[in-house]
């Protein structure tokens, strides 16, 4: 088995399926703020899975638990980060001690993707990919997508590598009904 260390952001929630499909074949470690839903994920893969329970928007915490991590496990040679647009500084201190990974940024609907890279340090070691979470059109509606879309479209993204991937449609402020 050729175990990379992963770190997932937001892997409790949405891309829980993410995490445990990648704990099956690598060492993930996943960063999250529910204790509930953080053990459940870490279950299905106990010997691959590794927690840590922090609020990314605490900068001195999350800096600190990463370099815990890395200490524990090694470098990350990949990142996941559902990271929101309210983080302060959570992108980039995930940057700054993942100087040699492939990262994964997953964007929110209405996000500027050009703005969030234009606002972020990327070394040259690093490689910055984004994904971007739209809505699919049903012939009368937008809704916005499925966990299980998200999962496809998140593991689709870490299998090529696009520089920029989106998942469904963007629509405009104001577009989306329901």
Request: proline share 2%.
């Amino acid at each position: 088995m050729n175990q990379k260390h992963i770190l997932i952001v937001g892997g409790t929630g949405m891309l829980a399926e993410v995490t445990s499909c990648l704990a099956s074949e690598h060492l993930v470690t996943v960063i999250g703020r529910d204790p509930e839903r953080m053990a459940k994920v870490v279950r299905r893969n106990p010997e691959t899975c590794h927690s840590l329970l922090v609020d990314y928007r605490n900068e001195q915490d999350l800096s600190i638990g990463l370099q815990e991590l890395i200490k524990r496990y090694g470098p990350f040679k990949q990142v996941i980060a559902w990271i929101h647009r309210d983080s302060g500084k959570a992108m980039q201190i995930i940057l700054n001690h993942s100087s040699h990974a492939d990262v994964l940024h997953i964007l929110g609907s209405q996000a500027n993707s050009e703005q969030e890279k234009r606002s972020l340090y990327i070394n040259e070691q690093q490689t910055y990919r984004q994904v971007q979470l739209g809505a699919k059109y049903d012939g009368e509606n937008f809704r916005w997508l499925t966990h299980e879309e998200i999962v496809h479209g998140v593991i689709d993204a870490i299998e090529h590598s696009f520089d920029y991937q989106l998942i469904g449609q963007l629509v405009k402020k104001g577009g989306m009904n329901g």
